[in-house]
């Protein structure tokens, strides 16, 4: 079946670390890919996409590319923030009706 | 404007009430959805209305009751709920269907059954 499988949290950085939080999916076709952060007590926000092979997404210093050989959309920032503390969400979208298949989210914290 | 809206943003409620949770959106959007959050977990897809008609329903008991009276509303009503239910319901929109598409959440409610 589809799925996306993310690394397990809580994962925790002091501030301005480097941060890569893994992503890799199985999916029976080819489809777009998104990161969503959630903070504490909010809804999602979408952080980046990416809708084909080779496509960088970016947004406020996070950074992910799409690559179809080894399946995997991991999320990258150079020098993160206490404020970056979240969980984040990896998902795709098959075009199967708008539905989107989340990973398990992981929970970053970064402390001063 | 990219929001969308969710009243309340807490709602306590009895097993034997009946209430409804409202999302708005003013973005054109023509595809809105509802999800389930359980704290700590991903959220997962209840119901798709695109066009303003049910175009998924994910197997969800009938004592969730969607309905989408126009474009930019989305309810969802709730009777004779269980404790289980208890969770973070996010309503989002997006342009339509389209795998490509962005899909934009509400701040949801926070639903606690007792």
């Known amino acids: 079946g589809n799925s996306v499988t993310q690394m397990e949290g809580p994962v925790t950085l002091s501030e301005e670390a480097f941060l890569t939080i893994n992503c890799t999916y199985t999916a029976t076709g080819y489809p777009s890919l998104f990161w969503y952060v959630q903070y504490p007590g909010e809804g999602l926000q979408l952080l980046l996409k990416?809708?084909?092979?080779?496509d960088k997404g970016s947004n406020k210093g996070f950074e992910a590319t799409y690559r179809k050989e080894t399946t995997s959309f991991h999320l990258e920032k150079g020098s993160v923030q206490v404020s970056d503390s979240a969980v984040y969400f990896c998902a795709l979208n098959l075009n199967q009706g708008g539905k989107l298949i989340f990973g398990q989210g992981t929970e970053l914290s970064v402390k001063p | 404007d990219t929001e969308v809206t969710q009243t309340p943003k807490h709602l306590v409620m009895g097993m034997t009430n009946k209430k409804s949770l409202k999302c708005e959106q003013h973005m054109g959007h023509r595809a809105m959805y509802w999800y389930k959050q359980k704290a700590k977990k991903p959220p997962e897809l209840m119901f798709v209305y695109s066009y303003e008609k049910l175009s998924i329903n994910e197997s969800v008991p009938s004592r969730f009751s969607p309905e989408c009276p126009n474009s930019s509303l989305l309810n969802l009503h709730l009777h004779a709920l269980q404790p289980e239910d208890s969770a973070l319901y996010l309503c989002a929109s997006s342009q339509v269907t389209g795998m490509n598409t962005e899909a934009f959440f509400g701040q949801g409610t926070r639903l606690t059954v007792v």
């Open positions: 990416a809708t084909k092979a080779d």
